[in-house]
């Protein structure tokens, strides 16, 4: 971050980055000194320093395009640059090689300074983990903490690896990872992401991923790629300016013949140059690019902002998308005169002692509802059948009904009958046993979340016309998750070719189709789509690499702000081409009867680019 504070124009790191504009910046300026006083002669001899220095870097680089047959807005910026030369107006000239250098110069910083929320992200990485072994406490450095570890988290200090908390409970503040302002409280068994701060009392965690698999490696890595991505919007002002160039040519052409005066001809191509087109887009979509940032959103590439604000259809994959991905206690139903909390409470201080999935979902429960638990005795466990233990006197077993009939429990027909019921509807049952009697039930369920029907409903505001799921589930649960959701078309159990076929077909229709997903087995849907989104936090890495925008956070009513994001970029940047053309045209009119002379042409297009600039900042606002 020090080499970027000093990185800013004039500084010497500018001058070495950008010497073609850097110098000839400074032999315009002696130019116009000596112009002033009167030396024209040598005021002449910088010009053209000017053009043959700043004009021959900059005409190679254009010529090299051409040869790979992109065909850039800039080849009039050069017509203009060598028939300035031919002609002795050598001031004109300059100027142009000033605007086009120093557009170029320009695009190149708007991708250093949009991206410094990613910078600080990354140069924010935890360095240093507090490793708990017994009794003592050593500072070890994070490449040397190992999966299981137990680690010391201080109040103030970052989460420095994915954990979870083991000991203890605080305040987390994910805004540098989420976006989201509002600290979270955290307890047992809760998950903490690298990267978090800990804002209240020290908690010990264990380490569930290593430091360069932790969540905010995977971030660093992802900024990476965005720093090292060249802003595509560029290609949308070279297409306008295939229009453009062609159209130019054609008025340069044509003012020659009615007027014989190649002073006007350089005029009408110095108004023209295009470094409006050049100009707004890159610094547009950059705006993009660190607003989205800001907001926990990491986009990987430029035409991803061009694309997203363009789409028409937005897919989303089921399980750990549009839900949470595990289950969580969904109801606690009671067969005895015994209340339900209880029976929570007797099951969760058993399973506290299981890492079995839905052992954890049960506990979670307990202490969302802030429900004391107690030690349990005797603990045994039938690994992915059930527990058992005594929670004081009360000899407690939980499990399936199977394990708990092999226990010897009995199971009547009204609860015969409910597992029937539930596991129709897709949902998982556990049985409680309290000293050989089943009294209650936790029924289990893949949540929704929360946010999904307000997004979706969003989504249609914002111009989406079809919004799709999905997924290798049954139809029943399919269908159920898109009443809920508001979701108006439905694929069930697809395997991931039959995602990809789907992704395609919807793009025949519709040409630019989103597909937001976590999963590994989402991945080719996500590549195949126009825009592929992946949810960061706790999905598969493979998804998160095969996609253009990554939310750090699982939450997809961020889909919403990238939208919008999108809509602005791109109506910003075609609103800044399309004056800069149409301000260009007028000029070329007036350039091509003799009332701008060359040189007020170039202050004109300067000008222009001012405004159109001011224009593209909008975006970050």
Not at 13 to 30: A, D, G, H, N
Not at 566 to 585: E, N, P, Q, R, T
């Amino acid at each position: 971050m020090q080499e970027n504070s000093r990185f800013f124009p004039g500084s010497p790191e500018w001058i070495k980055k950008y010497p073609v504009f850097s110098f000839s910046f400074v032999l315009l300026i002696i130019g116009l000194f000596e112009l002033a006083s009167g030396q024209k002669q040598v005021a002449n001899l910088f010009f053209q320093l000017v053009l043959i220095l700043g004009g021959i870097p900059l005409a190679y680089d254009t010529l090299k395009e051409l040869l790979k047959k992109n065909f850039g807005a800039d080849v009039i910026a050069i017509l203009a640059i060598v028939t300035s030369l031919l002609l002795g107006q050598y001031l004109a000239g300059a100027i142009v090689v000033i605007m086009l250098s120093g557009g170029r110069a320009l695009e190149d910083y708007a991708l250093r300074s949009a991206s410094d929320a990613l910078k600080k992200l990354a140069a924010a990485a935890p360095r240093v983990a507090h490793l708990v072994k017994g009794e003592s406490v050593t500072d070890v450095s994070v490449e040397q903490v190992r999966v299981g570890d137990i680690l010391l988290v201080k109040p103030g200090e970052l989460i420095p690896v994915d954990a979870v908390i083991v000991e203890g409970e605080t305040s987390i503040n994910e805004a540098a990872l989420t976006g989201e302002p509002v600290p979270t409280q955290k307890m047992s068994n809760a998950a903490l992401l690298s990267g978090s701060v800990n804002l209240d009392n020290p908690i010990k965690i264990q380490t569930i991923r290593k430091a360069s698999d932790s969540k905010y490696e995977q971030i660093v890595r992802l900024v990476r790629e965005a720093q090292e991505s060249k802003a595509p919007l560029v290609r949308l002002a070279d297409r306008y300016g295939a229009i453009f160039t062609p159209v130019t040519l054609l008025v340069a052409g044509f003012t020659y013949l009615l007027t014989q005066d190649t002073t006007n001809v350089l005029a009408v191509l110095v108004v023209a140059t295009p470094c409006p087109l050049i100009l707004a887009t890159p610094i547009a979509i950059m705006g993009g690019i660190n607003k989205a940032a800001k907001k926990g959103i990491i986009v990987k590439n430029g035409i991803a902002i061009e694309k997203i604000g363009a789409a028409k259809a937005v897919v989303f994959d089921k399980t750990g998308t549009l839900t949470f991905g595990m289950p969580a206690v969904e109801e606690v139903k009671t067969f005895e005169k015994i209340d339900s909390a209880e029976i929570l409470r007797l099951s969760a201080s058993v399973e506290r002692l299981s890492a079995h999935i839905l052992s954890k979902s049960i506990v979670s429960a307990a202490n969302e509802k802030k429900i004391k638990l107690s030690f349990p005795k005797d603990f045994k466990e039938t690994f992915g059948k059930g527990v058992a233990g005594f929670v004081e006197k009360n000899a407690v077993s939980v499990g399936s009904m199977k394990h708990l009939k092999n226990m010897g429990l009995k199971f009547t027909p009204e609860q015969i009958k409910f597992k029937e019921e539930q596991s129709s509807k897709g949902k998982m049952v556990s049985f409680v046993g309290v000293d050989q009697k089943i009294v209650g039930s936790l029924v289990f369920a893949d949540q929704i979340r929360p946010e999904i029907k307000e997004t979706i409903a969003e989504l249609k505001t914002l111009g989406i016309e079809q919004v799709a799921m999905l997924t290798g589930d049954s139809p029943t649960v399919a269908e159920q998750v898109a009443a809920q959701t508001g979701i108006d078309l439905v694929k069930a159990q697809s395997l991931p070719d039959e995602k990809v076929a789907f992704i395609l077909e919807l793009k025949k229709k519709f040409q630019d189709v989103v597909m937001v997903g976590d999963g590994f087995n989402d991945a080719p849907a996500l590549a195949s789509a126009t825009v592929g989104i992946a949810l960061g936090e706790g999905g598969s890495s493979i998804s998160s690499e095969s996609a253009d925008i990554v939310f750090v956070e699982n939450n997809l009513a961020k889909l919403n702000h990238l939208l919008r994001i999108g809509k602005k970029v791109l109506s910003i940047a075609k609103g800044g081409i399309w004056f800069g053309m149409g301000a260009s045209f007028i000029a070329m009119g007036f350039a091509a009867f003799g009332f701008i002379s060359p040189v007020k042409g170039a202050i004109l297009q300067e000008v222009i680019d001012v405004i159109v600039i001011l224009n593209a900042l909008r975006v970050s606002r």
